[in-house]
């Protein structure tokens, strides 16, 4: 969840937006799952597909997804204040989101803060000068077994520390590809290092072949 305040009517672009070919057909893809009269439960997905397009929320994205769903632009407009996944002005190339919430912090995310001032030189809510990125705290991201960790896109950078978020940072503040999950090559969201259990599969006999009692198998023999 973004640390900026939420401004009280979009903000107006220089360019006035307007859906592309493929997005436009995008849009009416999702448009046709809704039943007749319903279009404005499109309302969310269109917007996200406005700001993959534009970057933003300004007024004329607001007025694109009211005009295709039939919604007053003041609806629209109060959708994409209560989601904070809504970027309601514009942003660096990259909007890297720090968890702030207990776990990561309790991990460090203040040392992923850190990282991000010293690579980029802003803090939450401030866009780098050179565009590369605008950085924002968030709430929960729903990671904490490996925090702490920054959602950066569509993607999440997880198991950092100030180095490995340094070198992340800088990575995407030169353009440079990165790789997505775990910073410490940890598998998914097991244990770091090594198993500790379950070491064995317990349907072998290496493993005991456990059975449960009720199992059929049990008290057929073949066990």
């Not at 849009?27 to 969310?44: D, Q």
Request: glycine share 8%; net charge negative; hydrophobic share 35%.
């Amino acid at each position: 969840m973004s640390a900026e305040t939420t401004p009280t009517a979009p903000a107006r672009d220089e360019t006035p937006f307007a859906f592309s070919e493929a997005s436009l057909e995008e849009a009416r893809r999702i448009l046709a799952k809704y039943p007749e009269g319903r279009a404005r439960s499109g309302i969310l997905p269109l917007l996200d597909l406005a700001q993959r397009q534009h970057g933003w929320v300004s007024q004329s994205v607001v007025e694109a997804v009211a005009e295709m769903t039939g919604a007053p632009p003041i609806r629209v407009w109060e959708v994409a204040t209560f989601y904070t996944m809504y970027n309601k002005a514009p942003i660096g190339r990259a909007h890297v989101e720090i968890c702030t919430n207990l776990p990561c912090w309790l991990r460090g995310s203040d040392e992923i803060m850190r990282a991000a001032r010293d690579v980029f030189g802003v803090g939450f809510g401030e866009t780098s000068a050179d565009g590369a990125a605008t950085v924002s705290s968030a709430e929960c991201l729903g990671a904490c077994v490996n925090a702490p960790m920054v959602q950066i896109g569509d993607d999440y950078y997880e198991d950092l520390d100030y180095d490995s978020a340094v070198a992340l940072f800088t990575a995407i503040k030169e353009g440079r590809p990165v790789k997505a999950g775990s910073q410490i090559d940890r598998q998914c969201s097991a244990p770091q290092g090594t198993p500790t259990s379950l070491t064995t599969d317990p349907t072998t006999d290496e493993g005991g072949r456990w059975i449960a009692p009720e199992s059929p198998a049990a008290s057929s023999g073949t066990a």
